[in-house]
Each structure stands twice: as C-alpha cells, then as structure tokens.
C-alpha cells in the first residue's frame, strides 16, 4: 500500500516540476487523508504546499500538531513545519513563525520558510541569516537550493 502512494507522490512531485501544478493539486485532492501513514503525513503536506494547497497540510494536521487546542506542539518537526508552512500560506503568518521558532530541531525548510515571511514584509535583512541557514544545511538538496 504505502509503496502505491510513494508511486503517486513520486508522479505529483514530476507534475509540480513540470509547471502542472493544477493536475497534480486534483491526484493529491483524490488521496484520503485517512489512508496516509504517519511516516508519509509530511511528504504528502509538503507536496501540497508546492502545488498551492495548503489547506490540504492543514486539514491533515491541525489535529497531530495542535492536538489539545492550545499552544502545545506535538508531530514530528516535520509536520510542525509543514503546518506552519499552510499557515503562513493562508495569512497566519504571526502563528506559523510561532511554531517555526518552537521547533526543537527544525527541517532546512523551516528556515526557508520563515525567510520567506520577512521577505514579504520586506524585511530582507531579517531573512538573509535565515537564506544562509537553508542553504548551508547538510540535507538541503540542490534542486532546493
């Protein structure tokens, strides 16, 4: 089972690359939330932050990182940071950096992440430590660079 849904993160990460953002947004709408493994929770919210879907991420993880409807975290850092990544795309930008800088070991994403927030308010010199971060990191690959 889990190797059929690698096949299909595998085919929406080749429509993403290739400019077909929409068609792989309608395979990723047609995954049951339900039938996603923990260990592939993040991988799937990543996928849908690239092809414009955030409220994918946030609908499969509101309950693993927020589970008691307060401040606490819980998930993986991966997870954190996806969730933090919808919440920023939507406009929740104060609470996604929240969650950023609360991440015990945060993924080279998140560093991206939060760079890209400043980056929006124009503040540049606040993201360029951050855009170092990301691309010093040891598991950021070169097609992210």
Known sequence: M???????????????????GQQ??????????????????????????????PSLALRLLAGIVRPY?????AGTEAEQCEYASGLIKIGATEEGLDILKNISNPPPEAFFYEASVYI???DYHAS???????????????YQK
């Open 69 to 73: 409807g307060d401040r606490r975290l």
């Open 2 to 20: 889990h190797s059929k849904l690698q096949e299909t993160f595998e085919q929406i990460d080749k429509l993403i690359k290739a400019g077909q």
């Open 128 to 142: 360029i430590p951050l855009f170092e971060k990301y691309i010093s990191h040891p598991e950021t690959t070169d």
């Open 24 to 53: 792989a947004a309608i395979v990723l709408r047609k995954i049951r939330p339900s039938k996603i493994p923990p260990q592939l929770r993040a991988k799937y919210c990543h996928l849908a932050r690239r092809a414009q879907q």
């Open 120 to 122: 929006a308010r124009w």
